[in-house]
């Protein structure tokens, strides 16, 4: 995994908390389409994990 990859990593699962998952709004500051963020998230293996309360 390289430095950029690490770094997007990093972004796609910060952004998401910060937003309380609004994955327009992620997109939006990552400046990418929703599909492409979907498929960064699904490279990552990462998945939506709302805070239950």
């Given amino acids: 995994m390289t430095v950029i990859d690490k770094t997007e990593r990093h972004q796609i699962r910060e952004l998401p908390i910060e937003t309380d998952w609004n994955i327009s ?29």
């Fill in 25 to 53: 709004a992620v997109a939006r500051e990552l400046n990418i389409a929703r599909t492409t963020l979907y498929r960064k998230m699904k490279k990552y293996h990462l998945k939506e994990q709302r805070m239950v309360e």
